[in-house]
């Protein structure tokens, strides 16, 4: 497991990081998931997430190992995977497909009135600005790969990095 600390909701580059957590880690057709489990095949699970509440926040991503893989197979596999938002832009479609998920977050988070109180809440308590209710979703939109790319260099880094290993136990004597 990795763990990034990233800074708080609703400071400017929250919004690029928590479309690159959606591309890295969001579901099945992630970056993590379709590498290390479909394509590689080094593990049986691979997913993250992006805590996005006050600061300081943490980005997660984490690989349980298949059979015959080291969890310093893992580590490498997965910091592979987040490099490759340092050094190659995030294509149109994966940018859509992120996009289109907040949209739907936004759509179906604010379908009963218990959960507009939680959006208005968030935005006066966590962003100062209960008005960022309402103009939260147009700053993903405005998103680019340039974006990502610049907050993965920023935040994917081992100074701000956290790396922990867990190794099963060895089984008891006989």
Not at 58 to 83: C, R, S
Not at 135 to 164: C, G, M, S, W
């Amino acid at each position: 497991m990795i763990g990034y600390k990233i800074p708080a909701r609703y400071s400017p580059d929250a919004y690029p990081l928590d479309l690159a957590s959606n591309i890295l880690a969001g579901g099945e057709s992630s970056r993590l998931y379709q590498a290390l489990v479909y394509k590689d095949q080094i593990a049986v699970q691979s997913a993250g997430f992006g805590n996005f509440t006050e600061d300081p926040n943490l980005f997660w991503a984490y690989a349980i190992m298949n059979p015959g893989h080291t969890p310093q197979d893992g580590e490498k596999a997965v910091l592979d995977i987040l490099d490759g938002l340092k050094s190659t832009p995030v294509d149109a479609t994966e940018l859509q497909k992120a996009k289109n998920q907040e949209i739907s977050g936004f759509i179906l988070g604010r379908d009963t009135d218990e959960e507009k109180a939680v959006a208005i809440e968030n935005a006066a308590v966590l962003g100062k600005d209960p008005n960022l209710v309402n103009t939260e979703l147009d700053r993903y939109l405005k998103i680019t790969p340039e974006n990502i790319e610049r907050v993965a260099k920023e935040y994917f880094v081992p100074q701000h990095a956290t790396i922990l290993t867990i190794t099963p136990a060895a089984p008891p004597a006989q």
